[in-house]
């Protein structure tokens, strides 16, 4: 399927997302069948394949499972055991999860490989937001990121975010100072409240060049400005002086700001002044940054919390949830951007993972078999049970309009249903 993994054969990503939803099941039996011809070895999949690669068998024996049963396997890599307990490529690193879907985080394995597939996401997102919102490629993102310090396991494996993976890579070293307002030193500054001003101010002061909005969490941003609620005072005198404030004493974020606020700039503070000085908030996005065409961040699932508060101080600003997605894996990208932010839906990638589907009830318990399935025939209901009257999952070409799914994954990287 390595004609199916890039889009440098494509004219551009929207004919690549094309290709992959027509042929979405056909991917979808491809990934699986590569995931168990280089993995079925592995002492995790022996366990249940003695060796074989076949599909069916994979189904029928490779039970379910949470990531408390796969636990022990990642425990042992970590204190030194070799990956292929659990698949056959090496592991670079481990991903930690956000935790931000309830739990404790998880340490994931991941690939030198399995890295650039998730970056391939947002190689797809880009046209896509490109198509409803032009003039793009002439501005910047006011960039609002944040990173958590980075560990390593007993054995000297890297345990760090997916975020940080990213931000350190050296694709986004590369392209940041093209796109973000944000210097990369500002990013990195794992003093929140230093590296929150910093991008603040380096925000503001590129103001006139700002035409989105984006941080990963609509949490994030609601906090960014409540944050420029308590100090944009302070930031004005910044800005009208010249001078960076003598409490930001990280090395990295006063050289790199420095290079930025390289002059006095009154009349610039005078207008965030008379911006902020106002009683009311509403619409303070809107009119600290009024190229903005759109703010990007996750605004589904726990984050949707946060769309009246974001709609309130975007002023109409389209709020824009581009992606779906864990540390496990990348799911689906938001084809429709300017969707209702109440009513996000994703398209699949088929060629990310082997994606099943686990019918439950709307609160997300799982299905009986004496259930009344939405939109589910009694007979499908039946065909979806196996011998112990157990709910089976559904595959990528199977699921029924009406009707609520988990999704279960299995991945290049060791994680099987």
Not at 21 to 34: D, F, K, P
Not at 361 to 377: I, M, T, Y
């Amino acid at each position: 399927m390595a004609d199916l993994m890039g889009t440098k054969d494509y004219e551009n990503g929207l004919n690549f997302l094309e290709e992959l939803t027509e042929n979405g099941h056909r991917i979808q039996e491809q990934v699986l069948e590569e995931i168990l011809l280089r993995n079925a070895g592995t002492e995790y999949l022996t366990r249940f394949l003695h060796g074989r690669t076949d599909k069916q068998l994979f189904k029928n024996n490779v039970p379910i499972v949470t990531y408390e049963d796969i636990k022990p396997y990642i425990d042992r890599i970590a204190n030194g055991e070799t990956s292929n307990i659990l698949l056959a490529d090496p592991i670079s690193e481990f991903i930690q999860s956000s935790g931000t879907s309830g739990g404790q985080p998880k340490l994931i394995p991941m690939t030198a490989e399995n890295f650039e597939k998730k970056t391939l996401e947002l190689t797809l997102v880009d046209p896509v937001v490109k198509k409803y919102f032009d003039g793009l490629e002439k501005g910047k993102t006011m960039s609002l990121f944040f990173v958590k310090k980075g560990s390593e396991t007993p054995s000297g494996l890297t345990v760090r975010t997916l975020s940080l993976c990213y931000f350190m890579s050296d694709s986004f070293k590369k392209s940041a100072p093209k796109i973000c307002t944000s210097p990369i030193e500002t990013i990195l500054c794992l003093d929140h409240r230093q590296s929150m001003y910093c991008q603040l101010l380096t925000g503001l002061l590129q103001r006139d060049h700002v035409v989105s909005i984006s941080s990963i969490f609509g949490s994030v941003l609601a906090r960014s400005i409540k944050f420029l609620e308590d100090h944009w005072n302070e930031l004005c005198s910044n800005i009208r002086t010249g001078c960076l404030s003598d409490w930001i004493t990280d090395p990295g974020c006063r050289n790199a700001v420095s290079s930025i606020l390289t002059r006095p700039n009154p009349e610039l503070a005078d207008t965030i002044e008379h911006i902020c000085g106002n009683e009311s908030w509403e619409g303070i996005i809107k009119k600290l940054w009024p190229a903005a065409k759109y703010i990007n961040s996750v605004i589904t699932g726990t984050m949707s919390l946060y769309i009246s508060l974001l709609d309130f101080y975007g002023g109409g600003t389209p709020l824009v949830s581009p992606s779906y997605g864990s540390s496990e894996s990348t799911f689906g990208i938001n084809l429709n951007p300017l969707s209702n932010p109440y009513d996000v839906s994703y398209t699949f990638l088929p060629n990310m993972a082997y994606f099943e589907f686990l019918p439950v009830d709307k609160d997300g318990e799982e299905k009986a078999r004496e259930s009344n399935l939405d939109g589910v025939s009694s007979q499908r209901s039946l065909e979806m049970t196996n011998a112990n009257g157990n709910v089976e999952p559904v595959d990528f070409a199977n699921v029924e309009l009406g009707q609520y799914y988990e999704v279960v994954v299995t991945t290049f990287t060791g994680l099987y249903r």
